[in-house]
Every structure is written in structure tokens, then in C-alpha cells.
């Protein structure tokens, strides 16, 4: 017993130096030197949060590739099926657009929807296709999973989507609704911003980060520049297991399938 007591201690001591995470803890300066200062203790999902991204970003060597996709066509598309979505009591979103190509291009590069075992060296790939998103709440943020995305259409994942989202931030979603996703997206463009590095949700090995989109002159090959309405996106990965090259590769392969949704079914 005094054995397991000393081992539990042990744990304890290296997991508040960050001994885990390969980052040794350094002791905090007395703020209230410089002025007033108030505690405010962390909230759980806070807590988890600060918790599983700093694991994440510790282990996980990030990579992010930029990129901006022309979505003018799919925007006016996108409006006009918006009506049909909503008599179902969706919103079709780009987000919800998303979920279908990026669970589409998971099939074409397996490497993104897999894990790492670094303690068996094995690589685990999943023949399933769930993903999270990431969702803004008065808490913290969540990532509510939508499972079997391939297997649904856009009007059930908008659906899906909007009462998840609803859940997460009325505080009633279940723990199992936020478990088992393959692969994250999260979208800023509501807020604004023009890209970002968002974090490898581990144990997956991408996220796609979504910023707002805007109209920028693209010149269109016969010496006039068009008005075009374009997304940027921000692919962060593993880079244990995904190579630049494939990042590349993944996120023209979304771009292509956002500005030629057909590619999908070809």
C-alpha cells in the first residue's frame, strides 16, 4: 500500500510540473505585486479544455496549409437550397456543407482519418466517417460529433447540426455526443478573421479551421479581373503521420469540391 501511495504521489508531482507533456511548470510571479488582481476558479469544460490542448499541442508536431476556396457559385447555391432545408427545420450552412466533402475526402486520403499509437508504432485507420464541430459557448467551447456523416444528406446533417449546437449550448448534450469524432471543423467566419493555426484535436490528426469569406478581384484568364467571393481555410495536421505534400493535396481536393461540388460523385 505505502508502494502505490508513493507511485499515486509521483503521478501527482509530475503531472502539476507538466512532466507529461514535456514541458516542465514554472511557478507564477505574485501578480498582486503590480496591482489588483482577481481568482476566478476554471469552469470544468475550461478546465478539460486548457487540460487535452495543452496534451494536444505538446505531442502533436502541427503543421498548418492555408488556402482560399472560390465558393461564388456554391454561395448562390447555397441560398436557394437554403429554403428547402429550412421547412425541414435546418439551416444550410456551409459548415453543413463541409461535413459531406470533408467525409467525402476522408475516403480519398486515409491517413486523415486515422490515430497514432506510439506505443505499439501502429497506425489505426477508421472505416468509419464522424466529425465534430466546434462550437462557441458561454462556457467554452465544445465539439458536438455528427456520426455516419456519409450516410446522410445535407438536409439531416443541417438538421443534425443545429440541434446539436442548440444542446451544447443549453448545457444538455450527452457525453456520448461529443465522443468518436475522426476529424474537426471549426468555423470562425461568423466572428470574422482571415486565417488561423487551430489545434489537432487529439487523438485525430486534422482540423479545419474556416474563416470569413470575402469578394477579392481574381483574374479570369482573358485579361479581366472578376469579383470573386473567396473562402479562406486553414488545415492544421499531424505531421507524424500526414506529409506536406498530402496536406496540400487534401485541402485543393475540399477547394476543388467546393467550387465543383459534382467532383464528389466522379
Not at 508531482?13 to 476554471?42: C, T, W
Not at 468509419?128 to 456519409?150: H, Q, S
Not at 449550448?169 to 475522426?182: A, N, V
Not at 470562425?188 to 485525430?204: C, D, H, K, R, Y
Amino acid at each position: 500500500m505505502d508502494d502505490v501511495k508513493a507511485y499515486s504521489k509521483k503521478l501527482h508531482r509530475e503531472r502539476k510540473a507538466g512532466v507529461g507533456f514535456g514541458v516542465k511548470q514554472e511557478p507564477l510571479p505574485d501578480f498582486s505585486k503590480f496591482g489588483e488582481i482577481e481568482r476566478v476558479k476554471m469552469n470544468k469544460i475550461r478546465e478539460v479544455t486548457a487540460t487535452h490542448l495543452s496534451y494536444a499541442w505538446a505531442t502533436i508536431p502541427h503543421v498548418t496549409q492555408f488556402d482560399k476556396a472560390d465558393i461564388t457559385q456554391l454561395e448562390k447555391a447555397r441560398k436557394e437550397l437554403n429554403k428547402q432545408v429550412e421547412k425541414a427545420g435546418g439551416k444550410l450552412t456551409v459548415t453543413a456543407i463541409l461535413l459531406k466533402i470533408i467525409a467525402a475526402a476522408l475516403k480519398e486520403f486515409p491517413q486523415f482519418n486515422s490515430s497514432i499509437d506510439m506505443e505499439t508504432k501502429e497506425i489505426i485507420y477508421k472505416k468509419y466517417f464522424n466529425i465534430g464541430v466546434a462550437v462557441d459557448t458561454e462556457r467554452g467551447l465544445m465539439v458536438p460529433v455528427i456520426k455516419d456523416v456519409d450516410k446522410k444528406n445535407l438536409t439531416e446533417l443541417s438538421v443534425e447540426l443545429g440541434e446539436l449546437a442548440k444542446k451544447a449550448r443549453e448545457r444538455k448534450i450527452s457525453l456520448e455526443e461529443l465522443q468518436g469524432g475522426c476529424f474537426t471543423i471549426t468555423n470562425l467566419g461568423g466572428i470574422g478573421g482571415t486565417a488561423f493555426t487551430p489545434v489537432v484535436n487529439s487523438p485525430e490528426v486534422a482540423i479545419l479551421g474556416v474563416s470569413r469569406g470575402s469578394y477579392e478581384p481574381v483574374y479570369n484568364g482573358y485579361g479581366v479581373f472578376e469579383p470573386r467571393l473567396m473562402l479562406p481555410l486553414s488545415l492544421s495536421y499531424d505531421h507524424r503521420i500526414i506529409d506536406g505534400a498530402d496536406a496540400v493535396r487534401f485541402l485543393r481536393w475540399v477547394i476543388g469540391a467546393l467550387e465543383q461540388p459534382l467532383k464528389m460523385w466522379i
